[in-house]
């Protein structure tokens, strides 16, 4: 019965552990740029930002912090200076 048990609880925290990874991947946000004007689709963080980044972004995907985030593509970071949150 042991046995049973033990199988049971690794496949569980076998299946919580893949959803992790796969939702944490899956829920990317999306950047817009020109000039170090951003607007973000799906960033738990913010919707627009101010940056000093002055790239154009297109659909780019990106990893979003509470005072900057990262282009996945490039690995730069972009610090952000103005915030807006509304929705």
């Not at 170090?36 to 913010?46: A, D, I, N, T, V």
């Amino acid at each position: 019965m042991k046995n049973v048990y033990n199988l049971r609880m690794k496949n569980f925290l076998t299946l919580i552990g893949l959803n992790m990874f796969i939702f944490s991947v899956a829920n990317g946000a999306i950047a817009n740029c020109s000039n170090g004007q951003c607007e973000f689709s799906f960033s738990h963080h913010y919707t627009s930002a101010k940056t000093h980044c002055l790239e154009t972004l297109s659909f780019e995907q990106v990893d979003t912090q509470l005072l900057s985030f990262t282009i996945l593509k490039t690995g730069q970071e972009c610090m952000i200076i103005e915030s807006n949150n509304e929705n």
